[in-house]
């Protein structure tokens, strides 16, 4: 799935709940990248509504585009080719595939390697 992170990580399932979040599949460094990015916007547009007394959301949506522009952001003129339900539906799909093959180590796993490696100290000494 090439996932990054997910809730159970890093030993637990990957979970199809997880598939659908965009920045799971980032990087740490592209995470930080977004972070500053993010921090940057706020701190920038909570100037601007200092700075004036009214805002509306043309003005708003016009701000959005000057950031994106002046931090060398690449501005999408539409809405792209692949709505939310086509994503979803093509992270549903590659999870159930994925699932198929995921490695899972149950509870009893575990404590069956836990009790394993208990025996073996124990005939070590």
């Known amino acids: 799935m090439e996932l990054t992170t997910w809730k159970n990580a890093p030993d637990g ?3 199809k709940s997880d598939t ?3 920045k799971n599949y980032l990087r740490e460094e592209e995470i930080k990248r977004l972070e500053r990015t993010i921090s ?3 701190d920038y547009i909570e100037n601007i509504i200092e700075n004036r007394t ?3 959301m043309v003005e708003f949506a016009a701000s959005v585009d000057k950031f994106l522009s002046f931090n ?3 501005i999408l003129d ?3 080719s692949v709505s939310h339900k086509q994503a979803m539906a093509k992270a549903s799909s590659e999870y159930d595939c994925f699932s198929k093959t ?3 180590e149950s509870d009893f796993d575990r404590t069956m390697k836990q009790l ?3 025996e073996n100290r124990k005939e070590n000494k």
């Open 54 to 56: 009214t805002f509306t």
């Open 78 to 80: 539409d809405k792209g």
């Open 20 to 22: 659908g979040i965009a």
């Open 40 to 42: 940057g916007f706020f």
């Open 13 to 15: 399932r990957i979970l």
């Open 72 to 74: 060398e952001y690449r």
């Open 102 to 104: 995921q490695k899972i």
């Open 116 to 118: 394993r490696g208990k």
